[in-house]
C-alpha cells in the first residue's frame, strides 16, 4: 500500500487491513494482556523470536496499526507510538545515547524540547550543544564532538516559524557518522517527508495537526531503516553490541532496518512505560482520516491571516513562510511547495504588553496551550510555554519576548480575520 498510493489514501486506508469478518473500522484493543495456549508460545515474544502481543506496555494492536499508517505516511519502515510527543523526543535521543554521550540540536526548537535536552537530560549524563540554524556549516561543524550520537531539528520551528534545512543538516551529521532526528510535527508528511531529504528518524507530537481535534495527547517516532548502525557500531553500542538483558541478543543484526524501533519498543518501552493508550490511537487515526484535507485548509486560511497582518500598519513584524518576502520563503519553496502549516509568528508594535492585551481582547479566537488543531487559537510564549527562559535565552531560541504565536484553524476564514480586526481595533 505505501508505495502504490497517495497521501490522502494512506491517511483513510493505510495500517488496518481488516480480513473476512472483521470489523471496518480499527477496534479499540482495551485489553492489558494478550492469552497464548501453552508457556514455549509466551517463552519466544519474550525473547523477540516471534512477533505478537502480551502486554500492552510493549505493544497493542490498536497501536500498531495506528503507528503503521504513520509510518507509511512518512515513507519510513517501522513506528512506534508514545504518550506525548515529548516522550517521543525523549526515546528518540535516549534510543542512541547514554550517560557521557553528546548531541546537537537546533537552538529554535519548541520549549519544552529546550529544557527537556538542556537541563532534564543533562541530569542524566547526557549534554547537549544548542546551535543557531541559521549559523555556517564552520560554525556548526564545530559543534560536533568524538561522543555526539545524532543532531535534532524541527521542520518548521515551534513557535518561530522558521524552515529547517534538513538536507544541509543531513548531510553534516552523515559526515560525522551520526543521524538526524526530525521534528516533523508542524508540516506533517502531508506537507514534507523528510526521508525524502536525508533525515533519519523522524519525531511527531500527534496532539497536534495528526488529531486535529485537541482530544488525545500522543507522540510517534518513525525510523528510515536507512541509517547504517553497524558501519558506526563503535559509536552506536546499544544498537551493535549484545543487550545481555535479551539474552546477547544485538539489535541491529537480529533486526535490520526495523533495528532501531525494536530496541525503542523492547527495551525503552519495556522500562520506562511511556504507552499512548489503545483508546487514544483510536482517536488519533480518527484525526489521520482527515489529515490531508484539514491540511489544505490550515494553510489557505493561515496564507490569507498572514497577509492581511503584513499589511496592517499596527503589526511590526511576522513570520510566515508562505509570504514571499518571510526570511525562510526559499526553504519553504523548497521542502513545503503545498505550504507549511497553520502556525504564525508575529509582533506588535509597541511594548511587550501589546501581545497581551491583543489577547484579551480576542472574542472567538481562545488563548490556550494548545495549538494545531481545527479551532482558532493563539499564545504568547514569553509569559506561557516558555516563560521558565529568560529573554536572553528567549533571544537564543529564536522566540521574540513580544511574539504572538497565532495557530490559524479551519473556520471560515472571514470570522478568523474579523476577530483579529476587531481585537486590534478595541486596543
Same mark, same amino acid.
Given at each position: ?5 497517495h ?7 493505510? =495500517?488496518?487491513?481488516?480480513?473476512? =469478518?472483521?470489523?471496518r473500522?480499527l477496534?479499540? %484493543? ?6 497464548y ?8 515474544l519474550?525473547?523477540?523470536?516471534d512477533?505478537?502481543y ?39 535521543v ?15 526548537? %519548541? ?5 527537556l ?7 542524566m549524563g547526557?549534554?547537549? *550543544?544548542f ?6 556549516d ?8 568524538? $561522543?555526539?550520537?545524532c543532531?535534532?531539528?524541527? *521542520? ?18 552523515h559526515?560525522h557518522?551520526v543521524?538526524?532526528?526530525?521534528d $516533523? *510535527? ?5 506537507h ?9 528518524i523522524?519525531t ?5 495537526y495528526m ?8 507522540g510517534?517516532?518513525?525510523?528510515? =531503516? ?5 558501519a558506526h557500531?563503535d559509536k552506536?553500542? =546499544? ?11 544485538a ?12 530496541k525503542a ?7 520506562l ?11 488519533? $487515526?480518527l484525526?489521520?482520516?482527515?489529515l ?22 499596527r503589526?511590526?513584524?511576522?513570520? %510566515? ?6 526570511k525562510?520563503h ?10 507549511g ?5 508575529f509582533?506588535l508594535?509597541g ?9 484579551d ?7 490556550? *496551550?494548545h495549538v494545531?488543531d ?6 504568547h510564549p ?5 516563560r ?13 519576548p513580544?511574539?504572538?504565536r ?7 476564514v472571514e ?11 478595541s486596543?
Open positions: 500500500m505505501e508505495k502504490k498510493f497521501p490522502g489514501t494512506l491517511c483513510v486506508q493505510a =495500517g488496518w487491513q481488516p480480513k473476512k =469478518g472483521e470489523p473500522v477496534p479499540i %484493543y482495551q485489553s492489558t494482556t494478550f492469552k495456549d501453552n508457556s514455549e508460545q509466551m517463552a519466544r519474550f525473547d523477540l523470536k512477533e505478537g502480551f502486554y500492552t506496555r510493549l505493544q497493542n494492536p490498536t497501536n500498531d496499526a495506528v503507528a503503521a499508517k504513520i509510518a507509511a505516511l512518512e515513507g519510513g519502515v517501522a513506528a512506534m507510538l508514545t504518550a506525548s510527543g515529548q516522550a517521543a523526543s525523549f526515546y528518540a535516549f534510543n542512541i545515547c547514554e550517560a557521557g554521550d553528546h548531541f546537537i540540536s537546533s537552538n529554535t526548537i %519548541y520549549g519544552g524540547t529546550y529544557n535536552f538542556g537541563v532534564t537530560m543533562k541530569k547526557i549534554t547537549c *550543544t546551535v543557531d540554524p541559521d549559523a555556517t564552520e560554525e556548526i561543524e564545530a559543534a560536533f564532538r568524538p $561522543n555526539t550520537k543532531f535534532f531539528g524541527e *521542520t518548521i520551528s515551534n513557535p518561530g516559524g522558521h524552515v529547517f534545512d534538513i538536507e544541509r543538516f543531513a548531510r553534516m551529521a559526515k557518522g543521524p538526524l532526528i526530525v $516533523n *510535527t508542524f508540516a506533517t508528511p502531508i514534507c517527508r523528510p526521508f525524502e531529504w536525508g533525515a533519519d523522524v511527531h507530537s500527534t496532539t497536534k488529531d486535529g481535534h485537541a482530544c488525545a495527547v500522543g510517534c517516532i518513525v525510523d528510515s =531503516g536507512r541509517f547504517d548502525w553497524m557500531a552506536f553500542p =546499544g544498537l551493535c553490541a549484545p543487550d545481555e538483558s535479551y539474552h546477547g541478543l539489535y541491529a543484526k537480529a533486526f535490520g532496518p526495523k533495528a532501531y524501533i525494536t519498543t523492547a527495551q525503552l518501552m519495556r522500562d512505560g511511556s504507552i499512548q493508550s489503545p483508546e487514544n490511537a483510536f482517536l488519533l $487515526n484525526g489521520l482520516e482527515s490531508h484535507l484539514r491540511m489544505r485548509q490550515h494553510v489557505a486560511n493561515a496564507q490569507q491571516v498572514a497577509e492581511y497582518l503584513q499589511s496592517d500598519p503589526v511590526a513584524w511576522i513570520s %510566515y513562510a508562505g509570504l514571499p518576502n518571510d525562510y526559499a526553504l519553504a519553496q523548497k521542502y513545503l511547495p503545498q505550504g502549516c497553520g502556525v504564525i509568528a509582533g508594535k511594548s511587550r504588553e501589546e501581545a497581551i492585551r491583543f489577547m481582547h480576542l472574542k472567538m479566537i481562545a488563548i490556550v *496551550t494545531a481545527a479551532r482558532t487559537c493563539v499564545l514569553a509569559s506561557h510555554t516558555h521558565q527562559l529568560s529573554d536572553e535565552q528567549l533571544r537564543e531560541a529564536g522566540v521574540a513580544d511574539l504572538i497565532l495557530s490559524v484553524g479551519i473556520e471560515d470570522d478568523i480575520l474579523a476577530d483579529i480586526r476587531q481585537a486590534l481595533d486596543m
